[in-house]
């Protein structure tokens, strides 16, 4: 199975006709490439403003993002949370949490935004806010485990994404490998037979899956 899910020539003509990164989502965009050795984790320009303009429509209250790398995408998750809201983003690694928080400071309305460092699976149970919209960007196979916590906390209005959910064309494959791939395939058929939401899947980048309960 070929790497490139979309070609080139198409996620360059998408760029062109999405709205620009703003100056502060560009340097980070421009410092986590050149700096980081897991920049491909980065969720980048069309991605994050999906999750801009989602944030937008929604306009939550309660956000909550497992896994915040350098900051991206929790800014631009931010951009769309109510004045009287609050943002939970949750980082394992230590040296991406003070990467994040150096660039959060450089954001409007960055006192919305509170940042845990730690364990995902402990920090969740301790935060009691009813979610209005959920960035799941954490380690693969934990994703049923962080779904399961998430939804009994879904607010009416709430959304969850989780990403990488075609992970780089690994769970197209006849016969699927790695614990990554198979940990996504089996959160991808966990989703599609609960009965408690619906749910569609969209071709953004690696893969995001779009769910709200019934």
């Not at 614990?179 to 989703?191: E, G, S, T, Y």
Request: negative net charge.
């Amino acid at each position: 199975m070929p790497s490139e899910l979309i070609s080139i020539l198409a996620e360059n003509y998408i760029q062109q006709f999405t709205s620009a990164e703003d100056e502060l989502l560009q340097k980070i965009n421009k410092e986590t490439v050149e700096s980081h050795p897991l920049a491909h984790m980065l969720s980048g320009h069309v991605q994050g403003q999906f999750l801009s303009l989602l944030s937008k429509i929604i306009r939550p209250k309660y956000i909550l993002e497992i896994g915040t790398f350098t900051g991206y995408s929790a800014l631009c998750l931010l951009k769309g949370l109510t004045h009287d809201g609050e943002l939970h983003t949750i980082e394992l690694r230590q040296q991406d949490a003070d990467t994040a928080l150096s660039n959060f400071k450089f954001a409007e309305n960055n006192n919305l935004i509170t940042l845990h460092v730690g364990n995902a699976k402990e920090i969740i149970p301790k935060l009691d806010f009813e979610w209005d919209l959920v960035f799941i960007d954490a380690d693969k196979v934990s994703y049923i485990d962080y779904y399961e916590l998430i939804l009994p906390r879904l607010s009416e209005k709430g959304i969850i994404i989780a990403d990488n959910v075609l992970f780089h064309g690994e769970v197209l494959e006849t016969t699927i490998k790695g614990k990554n791939a198979l940990a996504i395939d089996a959160f991808n058929r966990h989703v599609a037979k609960d009965k408690r939401v619906e749910q569609v899947m969209l071709s953004i980048r690696d893969g995001l899956l779009l769910i709200k309960k019934l």
